[in-house]
């Protein structure tokens, strides 16, 4: 990504748009390989500079540079979701997504402004570290744990961070029930995960005999950085596609390693220097929008 011109030079605020990946007005994610702050370069990038007189008087001039505002505090926010997730186990790493939307000048040019269309995943596997503890499972390869919601709607997630609750089901740290559901016994004495996802337990009453409790299975989406984020938790919608469903180890699906747990994807250095392009680009804004007049908190 270019950086945004420095307020001195007005005459090129308008490439603001330059700065947040965007082009021809078709939603366009930002690269998923890029850093964030980096975008996929758009297909075509009609600009036209626009002298600083005209910005102090057209109303659309400043609405533009409002606009590049609003995408560079989303990508700001992003870094900051992205910095603090940084040891939650299974969370992937957000991109910001932005669009452009057409802004008619005083002198009848059309101008493409940023607009903001909210953030995506970046789906990679994480490094996997052993933890010792029973109900850690981590997902060696591609794939994703079902998780019911207290509303009865289900999500998706790489955190293994499994327990039981008061009915003895395993659940996730938050207490929402794995999918499919599997109820341990109140006498289990231990508990094997095998890489297949088959839960296998030995009781009090059969110390010599083990039980197949059931098998936790996996989740593959067509479109899987199409999930909308909810915290660490993703959404399926139109984007993602319909959840395709099988045992670890089968159709392109990974395997489960009991005892470990897969750490976030975000990267300390890469989201601070992402922070800080988005904050140097915000001051050069601010002081853009101060010349045209226009106050700013």
Known sequence: MRPF???????????ACSATGVGDGTAMPVDAAAPLGETATPRSTPRTAVPASTLRSDASARSLLTAAIAVHEHQRRVAIENLANVDTCGFKRRVAVTSTQPITAADGQVHLAPTVLGSTPVIQVG???????TLDVAIDGDGFFAVQQL??????????????NADSKLVT???????????????????????DGSITVRTAGSPDTTCLLGTLTLHRFVNPAGLRPEGNLLAPNEASGNPITNNPGT??????RQRCLERSTVQTGQELQALRTAEQHLQSLYAALEQCGVDWP
């Open 5 to 15: 011109p420095s307020a001195a030079f007005l005459p090129l605020l308008l490439m």
């Open 173 to 195: 740290m938050s207490g929402r029930v794995v999918l499919p559901e599997i109820t341990f016994p109140q006498d289990a004495l231990d508990t094997t995960i095998a890489p």
């Open 127 to 133: 490094a996997i570290e052993t933890t010792g503890r």
């Open 151 to 164: 509303d009865g709607s289900t999500r998706y997630t790489r955190d293994g961070r499994f327990g039981t």
């Open 251 to 256: 159709t392109g699906l990974g395997l489960l």
